[in-house]
T-cell receptor
Framework: GESVGLHLPTLSVQEGDNSIINCAYS??????FIWYKQESGKGPQFIID?????DKRQGQRVTVLLNKTVKHLSLQIAATQPGDSAVYFC???????????FGAGTRLFVKA | ETGVTQSPTHLIKTRGQQVTLRCSSQ?????VSWYQQALGQGPQFIFQ???????GRGNFPPRFSGLQFPNYSSELNVNALELDDSALYLC?????????????FGPGTRLTVT
């Protein structure tokens, strides 16, 4: 069946360092892969997405990389800040566009 | 522009009871999706409503039902509550023309079933 999973449940980084959060997916038919950030007591917040026909997409301090050969997705956060502390979810969206499948999440801790 | 709002914030129900959760979509958004998020898990898609009709459904039993109103607000109804229904229920709104997955979530309703 479809699944989106993460390699590590927690990640701890020093403030100012770069963070890399990894994700594996199994559904080759997905059109979009998305990263969400969820802070305590809030709903997930859209960060960035990438279409399946792209390898890399950059946003403000974030970069998403997609490796379709090994079905791997990663989120890179440059100069990690305390405000980046949260749970990060990778997700995929199917062809119809109505169903987003989330992974279990990685908790990012930023040490001052 | 107001964001997505949900009510109530918290709710405690007894097994077998019925519950209704409410969601107001972000201004200009006509699509609402509902998710169930168990503790320590990622959100699981329940269903989506577009222009007052169900547009797709995840692997949830029929006792999970919904409505969307002309103003695009939405309700999630759960009948015959079970202990495993305890979770954070999230709604998310989106609009035509936005990228798939670019949806805006509310803060959720925490449901506890005892």
């Amino acid at each position: 069946g479809e699944s989106v999973g993460l390699h590590l449940p927690t990640l701890s980084v020093q403030e100012g360092d770069n963070s890399i959060i990894n994700c594996a997916y199994s559904n080759s038919a997905s059109d979009y892969f998305i990263w969400y950030k969820q802070e305590s007591g809030k709903g997930p917040q859209f960060i960035i997405d990438i279409r399946s026909n792209m390898d890399k997409r950059q946003g403000q301090r974030v970069t998403v990389l997609l490796n379709k050969t090994v079905k791997h997705l990663s989120l890179q956060i440059a100069a990690t800040q305390p405000g980046d502390s949260a749970v990060y979810f990778c997700a995929e969206n199917n062809t119809g566009g109505f169903k987003t499948i989330f992974g279990a999440g990685t908790r990012l801790f930023v040490k001052a | 522009e107001t964001g997505v709002t949900q009510s109530p914030t918290h709710l405690i129900k007894t097994r077998g009871q019925q519950v209704t959760l409410r969601c107001s979509s972000q201004s200009g958004h006509n699509t609402v999706s509902w998710y169930q998020q168990a503790l320590g898990q990622g959100p699981q898609f329940i269903f989506q409503y577009y222009r007052e009709e169900e547009n797709g459904r995840g692997n949830f039993p029929p006792r999970f039902s919904g409505l969307q109103f002309p103003n695009y607000s939405s309700e999630l109804n759960v009948n015959a509550l079970e202990l495993d229904d305890s979770a954070l229920y999230l709604c998310a709104s989106s609009s035509p023309g936005t990228r798939a997955g670019e949806q805006y979530f509310g803060p959720g309703t925490r449901l506890t079933v005892t």
